[in-house]
């Protein structure tokens, strides 16, 4: 066990009435990082947070937080988290402040502390303004952030958001994102998503459920790395077709193509490369020694979203 | 201690800062000013017993008994659960038992603010009889020492049935039933003529009806407080159990 490790998970299993939620998983996370759990719905997300959040007990497994039991020493543990469900639960019927302000008591703050911090959440999230409005006339931004509010309220050393960005529009999405990245650092971050360009913004690293089991664990740079290796060249050409196919299929380089017709008279050629080689300056070379007018010339780059597909889904991928 | 009183008066809030609560209170005050309606009527004859015992004897007691604490305590546990709010709850460094205690306490407080205009009705009867003995402070204690009593062991009941599911409904109904059957028991063994048989001895013990009588007449029954308060805590350690239970289902 090392100091910096604020997560590790060895071998956890959950079983919900036998059958499997999480089956065997694994993994660390070091102070200050901001990981994303990524997955489909039911890939286990939710119930790895939740055992993490004490609320849950394993099946079987370890887990720790900051070096302690969250099954044995829960007490402790829940003390360092702030953990924000997915959904993100609240009372209603409570105000803003009334509300961060039952929360911060209960998490054990002094009457004195607890007005203090939540003054420094309130402003941090962008709450000042509703403070004395009640949770249930929000819109479901500012839910949001009176939720992440709460999470924080404890300066906790672990922060556990379960779908932090779910139902909000664009803009709204946006402001939470900043704040989560905002938070990496000073606190370790844990955030499940299934929308991927959220963990490519924000996360250091990234754990790929699927099944209740990780599939990759990575950072984003280096999953899109071990993708780009095979990223096509798309090239949109005006010449005939035979003489396109038979170009490529000389062309040593080129392990795949695809010809298809495009708008007009030019034809859209897809190129896969042997080893990763960037064809595009060869293809430009060639259009112009043979005079083709050539409209366009790109290498794909994968996003997350590529990769997500790719492992999550392998079997019907390839078939 | 803090995080309990917390917790209480988040629980007191929910209930005095909703209609809910507010319908409770005015359903129990209508039957109770119905019941006094009746008792001043068998005020017209002299009678020997005391406005407590007269009270008792409406059936007002035992339906606001039981029709009111199933409604109180329904919401305690399911709503959160339904809600959602429990998981972030249980999730802050509270302690299982805290939360029970405090959801418990905020219902008993509330129920006993529920029960408070009784204490008036019946001393304005005594006012207007200008008759001291129609109403012993030391009878009106007991009747208030019976009604605690029962309403600990219905409402820690209650409890129990709002920790098991996520539906207030499924909570009052299954609050209601079992209010309804020891109810039907009590009767049961009031009607029954004293037998030797077990059965009929089991039946006597868990005669509510005579116990509640016998509060409502002054006399303290030793026997009635250890039945109901053990009952009280045989419940609340039930529903402690379930709120547990999320741990190693």
């Given at each position: 066990m090392s100091d910096d490790l604020m997560i590790e998970v060895a071998n956890l299993t959950k079983r919900y009435a036998g059958n499997?939620?999480?089956?065997d998983i694994s993994f660390s996370v070091r102070r200050g990082e901001i990981v994303g759990l990524l997955g489909p719905n039911g890939a286990g997300k939710s119930t790895t947070m939740r055992i993490l959040a004490c609320y849950l007990a394993a099946t079987s497994g370890t887990v720790r937080v900051a070096g302690l039991d969250v099954f044995a020493q829960s007490d402790e543990v829940r003390r360092r988290i702030g953990y924000m469900p997915e959904n993100n639960p609240l009372h209603y019927d409570m105000r803003v402040r009334e509300y961060l302000k039952f929360r911060a008591r209960l998490k054990g703050l002094s009457r004195k502390h607890s007005r203090a911090r939540v003054d420094v959440v309130m402003e941090q999230c962008g709450l000042t303004e509703v403070s004395r409005r009640m949770i249930g006339q929000l819109s479901k931004g500012f839910r949001q952030r009176v939720g992440l509010a709460d999470a924080l309220v404890h300066e906790p050393e672990l922060i556990i958001l379960d779908?932090?960005?779910?139902?909000?529009d664009p803009n709204q999405i946006r402001v939470v994102r900043q704040l989560i990245k905002g938070l990496g650092g000073a606190h370790t971050v844990l955030i499940s998503t299934h929308i991927l360009p959220e963990a490519e913004m924000t996360c250091h690293r990234v754990v790929i459920m699927y099944d209740g089991r990780i599939l990759v664990a990575d950072t984003p740079g280096n999953l899109q790395k071990l993708m780009s290796s095979r990223s096509q060249v798309i090239a949109e050409i005006a010449a005939a077709p035979e003489e396109l196919r038979e170009c490529w299929a000389q062309m040593a380089e080129v392990e795949q193509f695809d010809v298809s017709p495009a708008e007009g008279e030019y034809f859209r050629c897809a190129l896969t490369p042997r080893d990763g080689v960037d064809l595009r300056p060869q293809i430009f070379a060639l259009a112009r020694e043979r005079g083709w007018p050539l409209r366009e010339l790109t290498r794909s780059r994968h996003s997350l979203e590529d990769i997500y597909v790719r492992v999550t889904r392998p079997e019907e991928e390839e078939g | 201690m803090l995080v309990f009183r917390t917790l209480v008066r988040r629980e007191l809030a929910g209930f005095f800062l909703s209609l809910g609560g507010y319908i409770i209170i005015a359903a129990a005050l209508f039957l109770m000013g119905y019941s006094f309606i009746v008792i001043l009527a068998k005020l017209q004859k002299p009678t020997p017993m005391p406005i407590t015992e007269l009270f008792y004897i409406t059936p007002f007691f035992w339906l606001i008994l039981l029709l009111t604490t199933p409604v109180i305590t329904m919401r305690l546990f399911a709503q959160e659960k339904f809600t959602g709010t429990f998981e972030t709850l249980m999730t802050t460094p509270v302690s299982d038992g805290q939360v029970v205690a405090a959801k418990f306490t905020a219902a008993l407080l509330f129920y006993l603010v529920m029960w408070l205009p009784l204490l008036g009705c019946l001393l304005v009867v005594r006012h207007q009889t200008n008759d001291p003995s129609a109403l012993d402070a030391g009878v009106a204690a007991s009747t208030f020492l019976g009604i605690l009593l029962y309403g600990g062991m219905f409402l820690s009941w209650g409890c129990c049935a709002s920790a098991l599911t996520r539906s207030q409904a499924v909570a009052a109904m299954i609050s209601l039933g079992f209010g309804a059957s020891v109810f039907l028991l009590g009767y049961l063994a009031s009607q029954l003529p004293a037998q030797e048989d077990w059965q009929t001895q089991v039946l006597g013990s868990l005669a509510l009806f005579e116990q509640m009588h016998d509060f409502a007449r002054g006399i303290v029954d030793t026997r009635a407080v250890v039945l109901l308060a053990s009952a009280t805590f045989l419940f609340l350690f039930l529903t402690l159990r379930v709120v547990e239970s999320r741990r190693w289902k």
């Open positions: 499997p939620a999480v089956s779908e932090p960005t779910i139902g909000l | -």
